[in-house]
């Protein structure tokens, strides 16, 4: 600010201090980092894993597999990295100019970008077989060299550059001049292009890939219109296409799974009903469940010599069936998984449909059975829209509960499996299902978007809202509590099977009871050199655990960031800011899994077979759920408690983690167990990114489902139950409590 | 009030044909002028919706304007951000953050502006002795009433000894009785520290009570500046008249204009009065309702509609040809009696003259 005063005396306010000051302590921060990128880590990617450290004793800094893009260029190798030293050496020149300076942001910004496209470039055009295109040949003549996928090093320069760019940017007077935020909108934006954009951009172009390599509309026509897919083979006899089974499927989980949800709902806060704390835990259990265990119980239950199926045959002399192999199994066990989703979606609307309006309603003499119909179901259709696409998303990317229960029920996510792991060996097809998959789901998060429309449903009122829910009229009540009741019963029988089947020798043939399975799974020895897990299961164990706790903590970061951005910003493109950071909620386990080995199985990112991949596939599978939580809990908080902190001099970062953060601890516990949660029970994203040396828990007991151990699979998913169980306790105690009182009011709104 | 080591370090604050349109074409400021010299108490005085909160945030720097400038001292802040500006605001929903103790709360600023650890705590507590409320450094909040958590927001912005204070509607939170006591607090401490302050109100009792200068607004615009009796005397227009205490806006003629001094009639009764500018036609007379003197010899008719007994005087509803007028009577022995026909003037002094609308 050209402050034209020249008595020194009367500049002595803090804020001309903290505008006068020309040092840029972040930017130097990450200039570093990016020099130790450069000069002292190794630029390429290591096989055993950076963290291993085995490469420090093993030729560093000399070898060319571990030595630093510096030392790399003075022996004369990788020539094409020179130019990145340029990108990092320019901003130096003005690390003492002040950051209005014109000179300042322009040279930020043009050496933030064209580093950027540089190292993109460059990654993209060389790769381990000299030359990635074949233009790059003819016009340049072959390479004779090659490079690998970047590593630390690379990692830590394109780091460096983003933020010089975002500097540049922040200077230009973008968002204030908010360094803080330009940065945190930069550094979501890089992340998710590179790891939602590009892969499933990647995934989908490869579905007109041709044999022989080269694009092609046939190919991509005769994939898509295949009659497995789109067949209506099921109306007269046969089989039904994959893409209409998916579909019908996914009609029939939402709505069930809403339904049951909201009746569940109902039973806890509108009726009588005394054990509402048990009902609120019988539902909550599937959620720490990998979801096709419950499939495994069902067969347990009613499969070809399940406890009821034989008990009903032997009563009746019938032979057994094989009912429940295909649509009928899919769809209780996925009724079962994903209730307690759209129980716990709609539980929070319907206890935010604001007492006042109910009440308001009934003194209007409208009756109880009509103050229900006419105001309280209509506030609940966000929450109603919301549950319906969550069991929808849910159910046509469930992979676990249609591969044990399928039977002859072809779904697109099994397909997509089979496409990949099978025999045919298909890409273009698996690729092919992905995108009608993937056209499914984004139809339906479009309709949800349409169907809610603008209109507020906001009735959380900024005063304390006293007054109390009316009760459900009478009849209403009786239904609804007989529902709850049998589906908490059925409930509580299939987990008492899984427990019970952990234990029992051989299922239906020899019923012993045995700690075989524990043994065989989880046996450890002691010996003199210490203690050995001898176990079958400890591998995958250890993996799940250590996967799940680096990705849960990331996810939550990432998420909140975003959640922060988008309620507490206002910059340009958030609307599409918006879209892209929720887009991988609507895509599918199954089309990350694909698109995640055909886009990191190559330079430059080149991380297929490593944790590093299924960490990055959990924090961005999970990541719209901590955005979400953010979201709804960053706008309980009053924007003027923000806003105070920036009058009081504190800048966004600052507001950001002392006011917004401590504030936001239940979001954060929220999204730190859920991320975790579903890193130990997802399957469908997983199954396709696990590796012999990383491989998951729940691949594991799949792999023993196929080959029929089923004590075995449930002994372990009995035992990750409890482990979950634990770690949802433990988070509760980390994070603790915020210490407000009662009569504090978050005041929503102004 | 003890004056423990915080000082003022006011500066004045001017906006320049400042503009703030809303996405969806909402015009909240429109093409405002503001001069607001240092170490005086203004407030912005205007109806719900007028743009008064928008005009606060602008200085604060919470809101870009759409275009115009924004000086405080002699530099412009048009484009510094709220966190760069040595601007402190208490808010109305004081936003005061619920996870820190009053202490926390205090010193939060501070720990921002360079002090050392020590400072820090002498001026907070310098702060809240200010306020007085030594003693209640260690609680929360929600552990407060409603009037001390108001002086913990008005202590955490004075110990960081802003050029400019601004408070949005600091009172409307609290009893009538608490609300008196509160607005005297805030301008002793104006007065002693001699601070630049900034105030929005829509209660004009409070404005007058408080201020040095008073901004009315309406419809984004400033309608009106001027001292409070600057106002209340001689309002430009029906709306300022008609806003700072209640007016009777009576329609008259002026006959003649000479040497500043305006002859009119109203209903026939003739009355002398500065002209204000105006020319001889049709005109507007603001007549406060203690200005109308009822039974009097020479006047025009009118007759008691209502008669109301308020303890300390009477109130009347008065039905002319042209109107009803309001008007007060402090004798409350003999008062007049509804239905009762009779003459009514204006007191020698008190009725402006303004323009027709
Ligand atoms: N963020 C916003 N987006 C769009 N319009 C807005 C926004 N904030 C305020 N407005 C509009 O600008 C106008 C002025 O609002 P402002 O809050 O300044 O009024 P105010 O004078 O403080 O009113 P009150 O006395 O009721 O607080 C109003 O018409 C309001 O609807
Ligand atoms: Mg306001």
New binding site residues.
């Given amino acids: 600010m050209g402050r034209r005063s020249v008595d020194p005396a009367s500049v002595k306010s803090l804020a001309e201090l903290r505008t006068r000051r020309a040092t840029h302590p972040n930017l130097i921060l990450w200039l570093t980092v990016g020099w130790v990128g450069y000069c002292i880590l190794p630029w390429y990617g290591i096989e055993d894993g950076f963290f291993s450290f085995g490469w420090l004793f093993d030729g560093y800094p000399l070898d060319e597999d571990y030595a630093p893009a510096a030392i790399l260029i003075a022996s004369g190798e990788k020539p094409w990295l020179a130019p990145l030293l340029l990108a990092l050496a320019a901003p130096l020149a003005v690390l003492r100019r002040h950051k209005t300076d014109a000179a300042y942001s322009l040279t930020l910004m043009a050496t933030g970008a064209l580093g950027l496209i540089w190292l993109a470039a460059q990654g993209f055009g060389i790769g381990i077989r000299g030359y990635s295109f074949d233009w790059l040949n003819l016009l340049f003549g072959e390479l004779g060299d090659r490079q690998f996928g970047m590593g630390m090093g690379g990692l830590l320069v394109a780091a460096s550059l983003l933020f010089t760019l975002t500097h540049g940017i922040a200077a230009r007077g973008a968002v204030n001049g908010d360094v803080f935020v330009v940065g945190a909108i930069g550094g979501v934006v890089a992340i998710v292009a590179a790891f939602v954009f590009f892969p499933i951009g990647k995934m989908l172009s490869s579905a007109f890939v041709a044999e022989g390599g080269g694009y092609s509309a046939v190919v991509f026509a005769s994939k898509f219109f295949d009659d497995r897919l789109w067949g209506f083979g099921c109306l007269t006899g046969g089989r039904c296409g994959a893409a209409w089974n998916s579909l019908f499927l996914a009609v029939l989980i939402g709505s069930l799974t809403t339904v049951i949800g909201l009746v569940f709902a109902l039973a806890v806060t509108r009726t009588g009903f005394r054990h509402k704390k048990l009902l609120r835990a019988l539902t909550v259990l599937p959620i720490i469940t990998p979801p096709f265990v419950i499939g495994l119980a069902l067969i347990l239950l009613f499969g070809l010599s399940g406890s009821v199926t034989v008990f009903v045959s032997d009563l009746l002399g019938t032979q057994p069936t094989r009912w429940l192999y295909g649509l009928p199994g899919i769809a209780i066990a996925q009724t079962l998984a994903y209730t307690p989703i759209a129980f716990l979606v709609l539980i929070g609307v319907v206890e935010g449909v604001s007492p006042s309006m109910e009440e308001a309603a009934q003194t209007l003499r409208a009756s109880k059975w009509h103050t229900f119909r006419t105001v309280s179901l209509p506030l609940m259709r966000p929450g109603i829209a919301n549950a319906f696409l969550l069991g929808f998303i849910e159910s046509m990317a469930d992979f676990g509960n249609p591969l044990v229960l399928g039977g002859n029920y072809d779904v697109l996510s099994t397909e997509i499996f089979f496409a990949i792991v099978g025999a045919q060996y298909d890409q273009g097809r698996a690729a092919v299902l992905a995108m009608v998959l993937l056209f499914f789901t984004l139809s339906a998060f479009y309709a949800q978007r349409r169907f809610l429309g603008r209109k507020s449903y906001t009735t959380i009122a900024g005063k304390g809202d006293a007054g109390i829910h009316p009760l459900l009229p009478r009849g209403l009540s009786i239904a609804i509590l007989s529902i709850a009741g049998f589906w908490a019963v059925f409930t509580a029988i299939v987990y008492g099977m899984i427990v019970y089947g952990s234990f029992v020798e051989l299922w239906g043939v020899n019923n012993t009871m045995t700690f075989k399975h524990y043994v065989t799974a989880f046996s450890v020895k002691f010996n003199e050199s210490g203690i050995r897990w001898t176990g079958a299961a400890w591998d995958s164990f250890w993996t799940t655990i250590k996967i799940a706790t680096i990705a849960a903590p990331l996810t939550a970061v990432v998420g909140l960031i975003t959640a922060y951005l988008l309620t507490r910003q206002t910059f340009p493109g958030k609307n599409s800011f918006e879209f892209g950071t929720m887009l991988s909620f609507a895509i599918p386990g199954t089309v990350i899994g694909i698109s995640y080995i055909l886009a990191f199985n190559v330079p430059p990112i080149e991380i297929t077979g490593t944790g590093v991949i299924l960490v990055v596939s959990f924090v961005f599978r999970n990541m719209p759920v901590g955005v979400r939580a953010g979201i709804a809990s960053m706008t309980q908080i009053d924007r003027s408690l923000d806003e105070s902190s920036l009058t009081l001099g504190a800048n966004s970062w600052n507001t950001f983690r002392k006011i917004v953060l401590p504030l936001l601890r239940p979001a954060i516990l929220a999204a730190l167990v859920f991320s975790f949660v579903r890193a130990m029970t997802a399957i469908s994203a997983v199954i396709f990114l696990v590796s012999a040396e990383y491989d998951m828990a729940t691949s594991y007991i799949i792999g023993r489902v196929e080959n029929n151990d089923y004590g075995l699979a449930i002994a372990y998913a009995t035992a990750l139950i409890a482990v979950m169980l634990t770690a949802v306790g433990v988070f509760q105690a980390l994070v603790g409590r915020v210490r407000i009182g009662r009569r504090t009011d978050f005041v929503p709104g102004r | 009030m003890v004056q423990a080591g915080i000082a003022g370090k006011a500066a004045p604050v001017s906006l320049k044909d400042v503009t703030k349109t809303?996405?969806?074409g909402?015009?909240?400021?429109d093409n405002v002028n503001l001069d607001i010299d240092t170490a005086k108490l203004v407030t912005l005085l205007?109806?719900?919706?007028?743009?008064?909160?928008?005009?606060?945030?602008l200085i604060a720097g919470l809101e870009r304007p759409t275009s115009g400038r924004v000086l405080i001292g002699d530099s412009d802040v048009t484009n510094l951000p709220a966190t760069d500006r040595d601007v402190a605001m208490v808010f109305q929903s004081y936003a005061l953050f619920p996870h820190m103790t009053v202490a926390e709360n205090v010193s939060y600023g501070l720990t921002f502006s360079g002090y050392g650890k020590s400072e820090i705590r002498e001026r907070a507590r310098a702060g809240l002795d200010l306020v007085g409320l030594r003693g209640f450094e260690t609680r929360l909040p929600s552990e407060l009433s409603g009037g001390q958590q108001q002086r913990v927001a008005v202590a955490r912005a004075l110990v960081l000894e802003p050029q400019v204070l601004l408070f949005?509607?600091p009172l409307s939170n609290l009893d009538a009785k608490l609300r008196r006591q509160v607005r005297d607090d805030i301008r002793a401490i104006q007065r002693d520290l001699k601070l630049t302050v900034i105030y929005?109100t829509?209660d004009q009792e409070e404005a007058l009570a408080v201020s040095d200068e008073i901004v009315v607004?309406r419809n984004?615009a400033v309608a009106q500046t001027g001292t409070p009796r600057e106002l209340y005397d001689a309002p430009v227009d029906s709306f300022v008249a008609d806003f700072i205490g209640e007016a009777n806006l009576l329609p008259c003629v002026i006959e003649h204009v000479y040497d500043g001094l305006a002859a009119v009639t109203v209903d026939g009764y003739g009355y002398d009065l500065p002209a204000r500018g105006l020319s001889p036609g049709s005109a507007t007379l603001a007549v406060r309702p203690s200005r109308i003197v009822l039974d009097a010899d020479v006047g025009f008719e009118a007759e008691v509609s209502k008669a109301t007994y308020v303890g300390v005087r009477m109130e009347y509803t008065i039905n002319a040809s042209f109107g009803a007028i309001f008007a007060v009577h402090d004798d409350v022995q003999a008062p007049l009696s509804v239905g009762q026909r009779l003459k009514v003037a204006f007191a020698s002094s008190g009725p402006v003259l303004i323009p027709k609308e």
């Fill in positions: 809303f996405a969806g909402v015009v909240a400021v205007g109806p719900s919706g007028c743009g008064k909160t928008t005009t606060l945030r949005d509607e929005v829509h607004m984004a």
